[in-house]
Each structure stands twice: as C-alpha cells, then as structure tokens.
C-alpha cells in the first residue's frame, strides 16, 4: 500500500519568506508526527497529532513554527519568516491506532528546506 | 533529561563478519526501544522495537538486538553484514508511560560495510 508522502521533496526560500511542508500519513493511521533532521541537531521531534486530541507542540522550536491536520489525515507545517538556521529535512510520521509509543512509525521520505 | 546516545560516528566491518551498533539510553521507567534504518535520500525505516519480554528481538533483514536494563543499553547486532547494509542506522526511545510516543533519537551511526 502507499506509505506516506510528503511534499515538496525540495523547497529552496529566500530568509523572512513563509514556507509550507504538507505530509500525506498511511489511511487510518491516527497518530502523526514531525520531525527535524539537521547536522548540528540531529533528529529533533517537533509536533505530535493524535486523532482529535491536542496537539503536543512541545518541540516546536519558535512560535515561527506551527502546524495543523485537517480532517485527521493531512498536516500542513507552516514556518513563517524563514530563517537560515530553519534550513533541514523535515521528517513526517505516521502510526497506527492503539497505545502511543507502543507502535512504530512510518516515515516519509523529507523536505529538504533550503533557506538562503 | 531523557537522552539517547550512540557513542561510534561510524562502524566499519567486513563483509560477512559480524556487526554491532551500539546504543545507551537514559529514559526514567520502563523505555521503549526502536531502531531505524536511514539509505541516502530516504527515510527512516523501522528495524525492530523492544518493548517488553525477552531480551532479544529480532527485526527485518536478519537484525536483532539485545536489550540490557542493567547496562541501559539496546545495541543492534547482525551476524553476518552484507555490503547493503550500509546505511545510517538510529537508536530511538520513548518513555513506556508517554501519551505521545514521541521518539528521542540517538546521533545516528554510519555503517560501512566493505566488501
């Protein structure tokens, strides 16, 4: 079956302009998740979507940074003002219904975002 | 702070030798335990997770891992390596009681395997 699908695959901005990451998650998977990939940081979780409950954003890095999932399936990340150091792969993931952290995740492939 | 760590940038290893990844965690509580598998330009795909039983799990292409509470460690180990095993390969946790599942990863480890 399809996995899941981020796009674009490549974003190159320019600084102080907004940018949007969107992220297609397996059908029927509940929980949503985005990362970041970087040199100096590793892999940095962002942003955690678990059917209609809240989100925890607790690794959003600045309030620059936002996120939404319409309809339970697809997530736009929005990073407004692009800075450089915002430059990185953007991971999303997606994991099955049932006991969170319990169930591996499925990753796309990334947004390489590039900020000049 | 809850960290994962893996002490090696990179492992090298021959082909057909044995081969070992190693990770250290520091979660409070009962971890749950995953590795992923990063090949260029991809993303991250899941090996094996530790959850709770048996020490030992076994995952996808001939992979397993050892679980060691006293040592806090989870490394990955294989047999014997295959030149496509090359990848970047990360330890991950999340704390057994979490209500996000949000993964702390490790630095990640280059494996090079040589034929």
């Known amino acids: 079956g399809a996995g899941v699908s981020q796009s674009p695959s490549n974003k190159v901005t320019e600084k102080g302009k907004d940018v949007e990451l969107r992220c297609d998650p397996i059908?029927?998977?509940?929980?949503l998740y985005w990362y970041r990939q970087s040199l100096g940081q590793g892999l940095e979780f962002l942003i955690y979507?678990?059917?209609?409950?809240?989100?925890?954003k607790s690794g959003l890095p600045s309030d620059r940074f936002s996120a939404e999932r319409t309809g339970g399936s697809v997530s736009t990340l929005t990073i407004q003002r692009t800075q450089q150091e915002d430059s990185a792969v953007y991971l999303c993931?997606?994991?099955?219904?049932?006991?969170?952290?319990?169930?591996?995740?499925?990753f796309g492939p990334g947004t390489r975002l590039t900020v000049l | 702070a809850q960290s994962v760590a893996q002490p090696e940038d990179q492992v090298n290893v021959a082909e057909g030798n044995p081969l070992t990844v190693k990770c250290t965690y520091s979660?409070?509580?009962?971890?749950?335990l995953f590795w992923y598998v990063q090949y260029p330009n991809r993303g991250l795909q899941f090996l094996l997770k530790?959850?709770?039983?048996?020490?030992l799990v076994k995952g996808s292409y001939g992979f397993e891992a050892e679980f060691n509470k006293s040592q806090t460690s989870f490394h990955l180990k294989k047999p014997s390596a295959l030149v496509s095993d090359s990848a970047l390969y990360f330890c991950?946790?999340?704390?057994?009681?979490?209500?996000?599942?949000?993964?702390?990863f490790g630095q990640g480890t280059t494996l090079q395997v040589k034929p």
């Open positions: 993931a997606s994991s099955p219904p049932g006991l969170a952290g319990f169930n591996e995740q499925f």
């Open positions: 059908s029927g998977h509940t929980a």
């Open positions: 979507f678990q059917g209609n409950s809240a989100p925890d």
């Open positions: 979660v409070s509580g009962n971890p749950y």
């Open positions: 530790y959850i709770t039983g048996d020490n």
């Open positions: 991950a946790a999340v704390h057994g009681s979490s209500n996000t599942g949000k993964l702390i």
